[in-house]
């Protein structure tokens, strides 16, 4: 028997959410309209963490167990009031015009086209090309234990302190950590990517037996964590704030305090946990536009350390 439709009034807007009560989330039986009502309850999060910039959907069309469907362009027939923003790839002579949220019935909008994770650019429509938003993203190697992924946080932190930079964590709904770190939109995406790997650097000279920056996955001890740099070259995406992850448990990609790391578990993070825990404090990343840096330190670095521009080609469309 076909479900009902619900109709949800979100702003302005109508959404019609077909197949609202499709399982999703297996292990706690969540739904679509579980997934969808998730959303609206952290949506000035979710949007303040999309906004106007491109914006890849990861698509569950019949729930996190069965395919993934990783969707660049927005579709014939999408409502006339979806935003998009168009990119280019030049090696290939194509372009897409993806997602570009500016309210939270977009959002609304791709739940209902069955988007589970939202995998935003780090640049906006602005100037696709000059990225805001430098992404430190700790990420364990399969034998790395999350002590581990809090020590190195720490010790980012501590460079970051440094450098005079804020950073903005965030567990990934997966078993690392991310920081981002608003800057000044001057650099292209090999810029931002050199000045990461300097970091990145910095941060193995200081935990050396915890860090590895190898480029070669099967060159990495499996007990270190990398400090990933390239999720700053171009057309290179992770989940955002309050992105939620394509697994049973419906993990939350969900920013955090410094002074939480130790304590928080990323399993602690869930679309049943989290709405409560918003309605508390609020957009913990809600200050990250108020908070910009300047990449010509970390360039310095980077002209220190003789690191040099990529030279591999962005990724397809």
């Known amino acids: 028997m076909a479900q009902k439709a619900v109709e949800l009034e979100v702003g302005p807007h109508t959404v019609r959410i077909s197949n609202p009560d499709r399982v999703y989330f297996p292990a706690r039986g969540e739904t679509k309209l579980d997934l969808v009502n998730y959303y609206l309850s952290v949506g000035d999060g979710i949007v303040n963490a999309l906004r106007e910039r491109p914006c890849m959907l990861h698509r569950f069309p019949s729930g996190v167990a069965g395919e993934k469907v990783h969707q660049k362009r927005v579709p014939n027939g999408a409502p006339p009031w979806l935003e998009t923003v168009r990119v280019e790839f030049p090696r290939y002579k194509r372009h897409a015009d993806e997602l570009c949220v500016t309210e939270l019935a977009h959002v609304a909008w791709a739940v209902q086209m069955s988007t589970v994770e939202f995998h935003p650019w780090n640049s906006r429509r602005a100037d696709t090309e000059k990225p805001d938003e430098w992404r430190i993203d700790l990420d364990p190697m399969p034998d790395c234990g999350y002590d581990r992924v809090r020590r190195v946080a720490h010790v980012a932190h501590e460079i970051l302190d440094e450098l005079g930079a804020v950073g903005w964590p965030k567990t990934s709904g997966g078993r690392g ?14 810029d931002v990517r050199r000045a990461a790997l300097a970091f990145a650097h910095e941060v193995e000279r200081r935990a050396p037996d915890e860090v590895t920056t190898t480029w070669w996955r099967k060159d990495r001890d499996p007990r270190t964590l990398f400090v990933d740099y390239n999720q700053n070259a171009r057309d290179h995406t992770i989940a955002s ?8 448990e419906g993990t939350v990609s969900t920013p955090i ?7 928080a578990e990323p399993g602690d993070f869930t679309i049943a946990t989290v709405p409560a825990r918003f309605a508390e404090l609020g957009d913990l990343h809600a200050g990250i536009d108020d908070a910009v840096f300047s990449l010509d330190p970390l360039l310095e670095w980077a002209d220190r350390d003789g690191v040099e521009k990529a030279v591999e080609e962005p990724p397809g469309d």
């Open 257 to 263: 305090r410094w002074d939480e790391i130790d304590d």
């Open 177 to 190: 950590l991310h920081v981002y770190v608003r800057i000044e939109p001057r650099w292209g995406f090999q």
């Open 241 to 248: 704030a309050y992105s939620v992850r394509g697994n049973p």
